[in-house]
């Protein structure tokens, strides 16, 4: 049975909102998903919530029933409330209904195993969530094994970040580490690294790729420091006609991805 | 030699400020661009601001002096300010140290010259400035001719399209139009209209693609009306081998896109 909580000063509400903050997602190991289609993609991938937080109506839906009881039936807990709290635990006037409180997953990146995929994305010093939430999304759609993060990245586990990446955080595997760790990871092993760079006359496409390829993408502003791109195993560059000289993080890298499987796919 | 403001009450300044709602962009004609970088790509592609608003630091940099120099020329105004104000009209705390004001341009759908580039971009309803400013971005770097804005999409004039298109604003031509008046105009002369469909077997890459091509996105939730797709002489799909159904839709249309420049340019 649910519990009901109507109160914006009620103890959960207040933590549950928290939740919105890295400082508090960090102390408490926990992070929040909004919307039942998220929350049925992760039920699907095998993560149910600790929490999940609906109102009356949204309770109702067949997913979200199939959700609760297999929330409860975890040890997970039920929580009903009304509109307006949502509104205030979403940020939003128009909230989801229902909401989710995860534990943060695992991302060591010794927790990896490489040979799940024969495709695999890196992302140095990602600031923008939605470009983050948008490459988790690339990468399951392409079929990746998941994203690692390098560096100072964005919080994979920001509001932001698992809404724009519309339930891939949850099928996706993510590491985070430091350059420094991340390169004698990969070299104790099969990976061939892949930098995206304007700095090289290697066409993106008369290349061709080795698995377990690793895509390396760098910072929005500033692309990847010199020496990431000198120890790549090689560096491609992707056609520009026009004035600019650069495309969107999210887009440059799943241009290369579906290059990548568009090779393995022929 | 430039105007100096100091007041936060001055008019210039709250009329600049107003200029980040659409209500006030529609009523003046006009819109915000922020940034040198984006200025100065706005001034290559024959686009003088004008208003030029500045801090005394940022009118220094030789960018700025010859930006600053040929809005003059051109009867445009400079405005010098402090940071506190152009904080305030950004709505950041570490504000560009440029702004301008440009008139907006004619997005009617008679303005466009179908015969400049092989590749179009169509979106139907777009509704993220984001992905409509990233498209814009991905049209610069194909080489696209421009994208043509149908229905109820987001203003590509918002300030979050124009700093998400990293100055392609500029350089691409932009059209408005209803799909009753879009289908038309498109039947009157040569194109190819090709969808990004989910409802086919056309693999994106098993199709040649016919020059003008316009590449058609639907909405970001709801993907393309189904007599949107009826009318498109191709409807093709971009494999998905994951849980999710759908790709970003700027994602998605630079794949596309990607796909078009690539088979042109074997």
Known sequence: MPRIITGFSNPLVKRIKS?????????????????LRILT???????????????????????????????????????????????????KDNPQTVL?????????LEAIDRTESGIWIVAQ??????????????????????VILLDD??????VEAVRASMGALFTQRIARARWEAFLPWLRSGPGQLVGT?????HDYQAVRYAAPTF????????????????????????????KADSLNVAVATAVMAYEVLNQRRR
């Open 19 to 35: 939740l919105r903050d890295k400082k508090h997602r960090r102390a408490e190991g926990q992070f929040l998903a909004e919307g």
């Open 125 to 146: 010093s990602l600031r923008d969530p939605g470009n983050l939430g948008t490459i988790l999304r690339t990468g399951d759609a392409i079929g990746a094994g998941g």
């Open 41 to 91: 993609e992760a039920q699907e991938a095998g993560h149910l919530p600790r929490i999940v937080i609906s109102t009356s109506e949204g309770a109702r839906h067949p997913l979200a029933m199939a959700l609760i009881a297999a929330t409860e039936a975890a040890g997970g807990e039920a929580v009903e409330t009304d509109r307006d709290i949502l509104s205030k635990l979403s940020g």
């Open 215 to 242: 895509i390396l993408s760098g910072n929005e502003s500033q692309g990847l420091p010199p020496d990431y791109e000198a120890a790549c195993d090689l560096t491609v560059k992707i056609p520009m006609l026009g």
């Open 153 to 158: 990245c964005v919080d994979p586990f920001s």
């Open 100 to 108: 989710g409180v995860f534990d943060e997953f695992d991302t060591r």
């Open 197 to 201: 760079s304007l700095n090289t006359d």
